[in-house]
C-alpha cells in the first residue's frame, strides 16, 4: 500500500455551511512549475475550473488553510 498525501483543508469565508471548507491534496506547483505546499493559516486564492464541451465555468473564493 502507498502513503496516503498530505491533505490540505481551505476554508472558505462567507460560505454557508456545506460549502465552507474544501480538501485538496497538499501538493501544488507554482506559475513557474516548482512544486510548492500551502502553509498552516496561509492566505491563498482559489480558482476552480471545470470544463465540458457545453460550457466553461469559473468559481473564485478567497480562504485560509
Do not use: C, H, W
Not at 1 to 19: F, H, K, N, W
Not at 21 to 43: P, T, Y
Request: neutral net charge; glycine residues 8%; charged residues 30%.
Amino acid at each position: 500500500m502507498g502513503s496516503v498525501p498530505e491533505r490540505a483543508v481551505i476554508a472558505i469565508q462567507g460560505a454557508e455551511d456545506l460549502y465552507s471548507e474544501i480538501r485538496i491534496e497538499n501538493a501544488l506547483s507554482d506559475g513557474d512549475g516548482q512544486k510548492v505546499k500551502l502553509k498552516l493559516r496561509e492566505k491563498v486564492n482559489v480558482t476552480i475550473e471545470t470544463t465540458t464541451t457545453a460550457e466553461k465555468s469559473a468559481f473564485r473564493a478567497t480562504g485560509s488553510r
